[in-house]
């Protein structure tokens, strides 16, 4: 257990419905990122926050894919509209130096 | 922009013989180099790290890694594996505000 928590671990959706996630990062670290892995792959970055900043997004994350992270604290992901493409493991990593400690991941199914 | 390659999609080896999972890399600038090892339906666990200073690197559960300048190299070994040790693992490479993963390497440790 790295102390990085995300809820659900498993969603099953219909195609088109919107789903939103959860990260609760480790309670010291300022930096928080999304990533998103498919089978086979390694995981690719989606977004990343200093405390409650966005700061960056990669093109991956499409204008269905919001994130937030209010308080600098837990940050949320929602997908809008989803896709059967968007069926992959969402992982959420923090980070207050060079190493980023990885949650468990939730991985979403859609039909 | 910086990124990592990891070329064998699979090693397999007997229990007690030390394994090697390959990683080359290509940046600008110094290297922060990193492995993670992933279990079944789990999020990504750290191993190790390079930032600066000894070429050798001890981390977790008796892996070290070793960071070859000229070879752009940071192979990753066990000098005796064990079978709990079956895993993907992933070489990674610390972008401007990401991390960039290979598309890891599928360990099989055989009794």
């Known amino acids: 257990d790295t102390g990085v928590s995300q809820d659900p671990r498993h969603k099953i959706t219909k195609r088109g419905q919107n789903v939103t996630f959860r990260c609760d990062p480790i309670?010291?670290?300022?930096?928080l990122y999304w990533y998103r892995q498919t089978l086979g792959q390694g995981p690719e970055f989606l977004t990343y926050?200093?405390?409650?900043?966005?700061?960056?997004k990669s093109r991956l994350l499409s204008d269905r894919f919001s994130a937030e992270r209010p308080k600098g604290s837990f940050s949320t992901l929602e997908i809008q509209r989803t896709e059967q493409g968007d069926s992959a493991m969402y992982l959420c990593?923090?980070?207050?130096?060079?190493?980023?400690?990885f949650g468990p991941g939730t991985r979403l199914l859609v039909l | 922009a910086q990124s990592v390659a990891q070329p064998e999609d699979q090693v397999n080896v007997a229990e007690g013989n030390p394994l090697t999972v390959k990683c080359t890399y290509s940046?600008?600038?110094?290297?922060?180099l990193f492995w993670y090892v992933q279990y079944p339906n789990r999020g990504l666990q750290f191993l190790l790290k390079?930032?600066?200073?000894?070429?050798l690197v001890k981390g977790s559960y008796g892996f070290e890694a070793e960071f070859n300048k000229s070879q752009t190299s940071f192979h990753l070994k066990k000098p005796s594996a064990l079978v709990s040790d079956s895993a993907l693992y992933f070489c990674?490479?610390?972008?401007?505000?990401?991390?960039?993963f290979g598309a890891g390497t599928r360990l099989t440790v055989k009794p």
């Open positions: 990593a923090s980070t207050s130096t060079q190493t980023q400690y």
């Open positions: 309670s010291e670290h300022n930096r």
């Open positions: 926050f200093q405390n409650e900043a966005q700061l960056e």
């Open positions: 940046v600008s600038g110094n290297p922060y």
């Open positions: 390079y930032i600066t200073g000894d070429n």
């Open positions: 990674a490479v610390r972008g401007y505000n990401d991390m960039r």
